[in-house]
């Protein structure tokens, strides 16, 4: 999906960077031919400035700063990945129950001239879309959707890759009444028994059951400022200290970022990203992506069909007994 971005969204934190890249804008919107040389010379030591600022910023991040670029509207969705990455992609729809649930995309198509199965959580990348997709925060609906994918790929064979970006699994009351947690335990479940390889890739958001019920895979890789948490910082705030204005000690406890999960065994590949997040240059972070995705593919496709779903069963059953 192609995405123009015209004017660039700052976080609170990058200020130092936005006033230097203003007065960038500025010297070089600046009409004549006078002081032609004097302007060049000055706005290229303002550009070192500026880059030499975006990486001491993001040399040391914190988690809720961490979980604001991973949150960043203009970072790459789910459908830009598989524009990028993804060859004659075909969407498939429904759940074959309910309806569709554009929350979750999902289809298949062609991955460096191998057939695979795509599912991921879309959010938009303008109001309008963000309204259709829900905001990637998915109902039963796509929850199902995602299990039927799951059952074409094994019947056919086919990897599958989920792309994971979401807040978490749509709360409302519809949503609820149509058994949402128990759509979010059988794609869970469906993950754990699939005899051909998974390997999943938290793009921005991982939040909750919403994320871990596409992300039970045989790899789980991580972009290096995303985020993968059991709840989002806001909601456990509300529910250790009754206060959701501590999301910031929230975010800082609960190991939420890849560097912190790496250590811990859960997640098993960090994707780095360009200085100052995936969104300053997508293409880059596609590549990165679309390279680790085909090393962590490369690394299952010796293993056999019960050997694939042994390696990841045994993958989750020993998290956190080596800590």
Known sequence: MDRTVNVRTYLDFEKPVAELESKIADLKAIDGDEDAVSITEEVTRLQQKAHQALIDTYAKLTPWQKTQVARHPDRPHCLDYVSALIEDFVPLAGDRYFGEDAAIMGGIGRFRGRSIVVIGHEKGSDTEGRIRHNFGMARPDGYRKAVRLMNLAEKFELPVLTLVDTAGAYPGIGA????????????????????????????????????????????????????????????????????????????????????????????????????????????????????????????????????????????????????
């Open 176 to 323: 609820e009444e149509r058994g949402q947690a128990e759509a979010i335990a059988r794609s869970t479940d469906r993950c754990l028994s699939l005899t051909v390889p998974m390997v999943a890739v938290v793009t921005g958001e991982g939040g909750s059951g919403g994320a871990v019920a596409i992300a039970t895979a045989n790899r789980v890789l991580m972009l290096e400022h995303s985020i993968y948490t059991v709840a989002s910082p806001e909601a456990a705030a509300s529910i250790l200290w009754h206060d959701p204005a501590r999301a910031i000690d929230a975010a800082t406890n609960m190991k939420i970022t890849a560097q912190d999960l790496k250590a811990l065994g859960v997640i098993d590949v960090i994707i780095s990203e360009p200085v100052g997040g995936a969104h300053r240059d997508p293409a880059l972070v596609f590549r990165r992506t679309g390279d680790a995705v085909a090393k962590a593919f490369a690394e299952l496709s010796a293993l056999g069909p019960e050997a694939v779903r042994r390696q990841r069963h045994d993958k989750y059953l020993g998290i956190g007994r080596t800590l």
